[in-house]
Antibody, heavy 122, light 108 residues
Framework: QVQLVESGGGVVQPGRSLRLSCAAS????????MHWVRQAPGKGLEWVAV????????KYADSVKGRFTISRDNSKNTLYLQMNSLRAEDTAVYYC???????????????WGQGTLVTVSS | EVVMTQSPATLSVSPGERATLSCRAS??????LAWYQQKPGQAPRLLIY???TRATDFPPRFSGSGSGTEFTLTISSLQSEDFAFYYC??????????FGGGTKVEIK
């Protein structure tokens, strides 16, 4: 059974940085695009970023472009999200999610981690 | 950006009754639409993709329909485990995929 386990969340001051990790297991991690999706407290879902299966291509939501960087280490089966210049509006549970299609990203998500909470507050 | 609008925001249904949830896109997304179920404190789970293909984890009482801008998720006979939030998501206009605001299905 696919397992995705996020870590790295916490409380951080506005303007500071944080790096999230997502450890993947029970599937061929290097064959799938991977995404980050976030959910502000009591709110809906917002797609954040995607990285291709081989790490060569990344795309971002306009709300995080230039501040967040998605990356992956296929030798460690791990996905990352480097978050810089954090704002109060970045406060959310951050989920890593596996793309439903092998190799070519389909942009919908068939497996999700349990999420990690990021709180941006002074 | 494609705006996804779900209605109603809250649906109160008795166990055993039928539930019909709507999702509307601000422009055509063809059949590139997914539905997710999310229970409090849990991650979302993929329920429907391609507007009408049910994920293997879910029973046949769940069905999806529609194309273009109008979509429907139907739960034919609500069970206690079906009370949850449901979100639609378009993935036609990638990478800027967007979700609806959600529908809460609660016990009447």
């Amino acid at each position: 059974q696919v397992q995705l386990v996020e870590s790295g969340g916490g409380v951080v001051q506005p303007g500071r940085s944080l790096r999230l990790s997502c450890a993947a297991s029970a599937f061929t991690f290097s064959s799938y695009g991977m995404h980050w999706v976030r959910q502000a407290p009591g709110k809906g879902l917002e797609w954040v970023a995607v990285i291709s299966y081989n790490g060569n291509d990344q795309k971002y939501a306009d709300s995080v472009k230039g501040r967040f960087t998605i990356s992956r280490d296929n030798s460690k089966n791990t996905l990352y999200l480097q978050m810089n210049s954090l704002r109060a509006e970045d406060t959310a549970v951050y989920y890593c999610a596996k793309d439903a299609d092998i190799a070519a990203a389909a942009y919908y998500f068939d497996d999700w981690g349990q999420g990690t909470l990021v709180t941006v507050s002074s | 950006e494609v705006v996804m609008t779900q209605s109603p925001a809250t649906l109160s249904v008795s166990p055993g009754e039928r539930a019909t949830l709507s999702c509307r896109a601000s422009q055509s997304v063809r059949s590139n639409l997914a539905w997710y179920q999310q229970k409090p404190g849990q991650a979302p789970r993929l329920l429907i993709y391609g507007a009408s293909t049910r994920a293997t984890d879910f029973p046949p009482r769940f069905s999806g329909s529609g194309s273009g801008t109008e979509f429907t998720l139907t739960i034919s006979s609500l069970q206690s485990e079906d009370f949850a939030f449901y979100y639609c998501q378009q993935y036609n206009n990638w990478p800027q995929v967007t979700f609806g605001g959600g529908t809460k299905v609660e016990i009447k």
